[in-house]
Every structure is written in C-alpha cells, then in structure tokens.
C-alpha cells in the first residue's frame, strides 16, 4: 500500500462546477499537508499548507484535513478553465532533519468552458 | 510566497556530455533543497536531498556518480548530470525547503529544467 493515495483521473468539470479533490494516506505521523498545482511542464506551486484538522479557506480555494480518518480534501469553487492542470497532494512530518515530503500521484483537472 | 529560480529552463546536448543546473532560493535561505524528476504525465520522483555544507542524501537507485549534487550556499544548489544519455532526458525540477513563521515547514518548487539528450 503506497503511504498516499491519490486518484490520478483525469476529471472533467464544466465551468462554475465545485471541484473535489482528494487524498488519502495511511502513515498517521503525518503532521503537516498542501495542497500543490502544476500546470503542464512547469514546477509545482503551493496553493494550501495546513497542519491541523478542519478546514482552512484562501479564496475560492478551501483546504480540509481529517485526520481521524487519514484524508485530505482540496475543494475549488467556481473552478474556471484556467484551474485546468495537475493537482498534486503532498504531506510531512516536524522534526526532520531533511523533512521529506510525501506526494500523491496528482490529479489531473480539466475545467471545460 | 517564496521563490526558487532554476537555469536553464531548457537544455539540449548531445550524448555523453555533461549538464549542470542551477537552483537558487532568491528571497529566503535554504540549508535543504530537494531535486526530483518528472516523466510524462507522471508524479515527482525525489531524487536527492542536498544538505548545505554536506554530502547529498540519495535515493534508491539514484547513481550518485551520475547525478553529482552541490549545495555550496544558503542559496544554491546545483545538479551536474554527468556523461549524459539519452534516457537521462527528462524533467528536472528542485525544490528548496522554507522553516518559515507559525511553524511552516514546506516546500517551495523552482519552475524546472526540461533537459534533452540526443
């Protein structure tokens, strides 16, 4: 069992739709979890940091973290077509000396106009 | 947010040479930064971690003597591919890594190296 699983879709949305994105994990010493976008050959861009169960909200991005039940959510509301690109989830734990993060596979989005 | 810079953006050489890739952090300092490498359609695959002032941390089955790090600086790290090959052509991308404020600790992405070999 990978420690993230992420489903790779693809998921086709139209414009304006509410996207869910998800993940889940099974190593429980993860503290810490984002939220990362990649557009096509480009480097991946943080979007959402968290570090706590609850819900966390930056603009028409909300950010969710259950950790009873080893899953993570990023919701996008009013997607539009420029929301069009890999999403990819990553965790950690504090203390590290180096601090790996854990990714998921990533999700690709298509936000159809 | 953070930022990471990473030259070249595009690399083309032909087989056998080597290629070095710089990546700096330009407004925060980084004793960690991380390479990784990307297929097609595919998730980061972590490479190294590149410690300031100390030898890197490979992964498994990442030849060391084939991918020398250097993390010479707060700033900089740099990747050297070295005798390259055409099934080294790939997407290189590092990452530098931000113990910021409220206890953040993350990662922040330089925009990546596309390298081709013929």
């Known amino acids: 069992q990978k420690e993230v699983e992420q489903d790779p879709g693809p998921l086709s949305v139209p414009e304006g739709a509410i996207v869910s994105l998800n993940c889940t994990y099974s190593?429980?010493?993860?503290?810490?979890f984002m939220w990362y976008r990649q557009y096509s050959r480009k480097g991946p861009e943080l979007l959402m940091y968290?570090?706590?169960?609850g819900n966390k909200e930056d603009g028409r991005f909300t950010a969710q973290v259950d950790k009873s039940s080893k899953y993570i959510s990023l919701f996008i509301r009013d997607s539009q077509p420029s929301d069009s690109a890999t999403y990819l989830c990553?965790?950690?734990?504090?203390?590290?000396?180096?601090?790996?993060?854990?990714f998921g596979t990533g999700t690709l989005l298509a936000v159809q106009p | 947010g953070a930022v990471v810079s990473q030259h070249p953006s595009r690399v083309i050489c032909k087989s056998g040479t080597s290629v070095k890739i710089e990546c700096r952090s330009l407004?925060?300092?980084?004793?960690?930064m991380f390479w990784y490498r990307q297929f097609p359609k595919q998730s980061l695959m972590l490479m190294a971690t590149?410690?300031?002032?100390?030898?890197?941390?490979?992964e498994q089955g990442v030849e060391k003597d084939k991918f020398l790090i250097n993390h010479a600086s707060l700033t900089l790290s740099t990747l050297t591919v070295t005798s390259a090959h055409p099934e080294d052509s790939s997407f290189y991308i590092c990452?530098?890594?931000?113990?910021?404020?409220?206890?953040?600790?993350?990662?922040?992405f330089g925009p990546g190296t596309r390298l081709t070999v013929l």
């Open positions: 990553a965790m950690g734990t504090y203390g590290g000396a180096t601090n790996k993060l854990i």
């Open positions: 407004d925060f300092q980084a004793t960690t």
């Open positions: 990452s530098a890594r931000d113990l910021g404020g409220e206890g953040t600790d993350t990662q922040y």
């Open positions: 190593n429980s010493a993860f503290q810490y």
């Open positions: 590149s410690n300031e002032g100390s030898k890197a941390t490979y």
């Open positions: 968290t570090y706590s169960s």
